[in-house]
């Protein structure tokens, strides 16, 4: 049986194995985080979907079951500026599905908050002092990083360029996630926002990992022992694993969704902003198809999700996903049901048998 030979991830958050959980915002949860983190990899906590309060709440349950070092995760984007015209041509675009569901098409949502990182997100940072920090799309302010530092965390953020990874490295991050295009969820682009140009995982892995000198967590793709291999044999020092967790009993993901993910192929995602404004990977479903998944009429991330809410929640009502967001990378075919903390030992088990 092998060993982990690059042990910087290891050492520097304090866990066993060089395996994360990724951060995700709504499937995450305390108990999966937890499960991770008692198996050996890096317990994480989303929060962009948290109010203060419901944070505060989640890190003292976790921080009272389990002594593992813990990752919180916050988004770094800008609220936008409301645009009128822009919120009036996505309804008009969306209209003929209201009308379909019997919606009332002056019907107004707010629609899910995503919370940028703040003062009082930095507050809670501050009291909990959790052992990682991790961002998506790009960091906080120069006077919030300043105080995260501060509190001793490691703080790591994602990159899908070479000019991203170098840009955080130069900002002070202790480790870089080279997020590679095949990864579910949102983009974590904050220099270069054209999709066409994304990069896959084992494409972008070796070139960061040669362009920066701090540590490299390859995310995307990686769902199995195989990936974990590749990844590390490519230059990255640890793993991040998202999708094949949301297969997990812990993770908090709607049945449909669920069904949505167990007869993924390989081919069944697509890049989208239809949801949220932003560019995310999910599952195809009616509106990606029949919009198209990428769309100019989508207002800024978040506002999108509000005028697609109603819509949402009346197909979810009948059982089906036409309007939701089904989260998703490319290899979700080779994940397994199973629990967390066994999957987690699992994948440590089968990669290092496959080390050399």
């Not at 309804?91 to 990182?117: M, N, Q």
């Not at 790591?156 to 579910?184: K, N, P, Q, Y």
């Not at 989260?327 to 699992?346: I, K, N, Y």
Request: with cysteine; aromatic share 6%.
């Amino acid at each position: 049986m092998g060993t982990w030979r690059d042990r910087r991830i290891i050492e520097l958050f304090g866990i066993e194995a060089p395996i994360i959980l990724a951060p995700m915002a709504g499937p995450g949860t305390p108990e999966l985080a937890m499960a991770v983190g008692e198996a050996g990899g890096l317990a994480s906590l989303p929060c962009a979907l948290s109010s203060v309060e419901q944070a505060h709440d989640a890190l003292t349950l976790l921080r009272s079951k389990t002594r593992a070092p813990v990752n919180v995760n916050f988004f770094c984007h800008t609220a936008p500026q409301a645009d009128a015209a822009r919120e009036l041509a996505w309804r008009e675009r969306l209209a003929e599905y209201y009308i379909e569901h019997g919606i009332d098409p002056e019907f107004t949502s707010a629609g899910a908050v995503r919370r940028p990182f703040d003062n009082e997100f930095c507050a809670l940072v501050e009291e909990f002092k959790p052992e990682v920090v991790s961002f998506h799309f790009g960091l906080p302010e120069k006077l919030l990083f300043d105080r995260v530092k501060a509190t001793g965390a490691k703080i790591i953020a994602s990159a899908t360029t070479v000019a991203e990874a170098r840009w955080l490295e130069a900002h002070g991050c202790d480790a870089i996630i080279a997020m590679g295009f095949e990864a579910g969820g949102h983009r974590g682009t904050f220099l270069n926002h054209d999709m066409a140009t994304q990069v896959g995982t084992f494409a972008l892995v070796p070139q960061i990992a040669d362009a920066v000198s701090v540590p490299v967590i390859a995310a995307g793709g990686v769902a199995d022992a195989r990936g974990i291999v590749a990844a590390l044999a490519l230059g990255a020092s640890a793993v991040q694993i998202g999708t094949a967790y949301l297969f997990c009993p812990e993770a908090k993901v709607p049945e449909l969704h669920r069904v949505a993910l167990r007869e993924s192929g390989d081919d069944s995602t697509a890049v989208t902003n239809l949801f949220t404004g932003r560019p995310a990977r999910g599952i195809m479903n009616r509106v990606m198809r029949e919009i198209g998944p990428l769309s100019d009429a989508a207002p800024a991330f978040p506002l999108a999700s509000a005028a697609l809410a109603p819509l949402k929640a009346k197909a979810e009502a009948a059982g089906k996903g036409d309007f939701t967001s089904l989260w998703s990378g490319q290899a979700a075919r080779l994940a397994r049901e199973m629990p967390a903390g066994e999957l987690t030992r699992a994948l440590i088990a089968e990669t290092l048998a496959r080390l050399p």
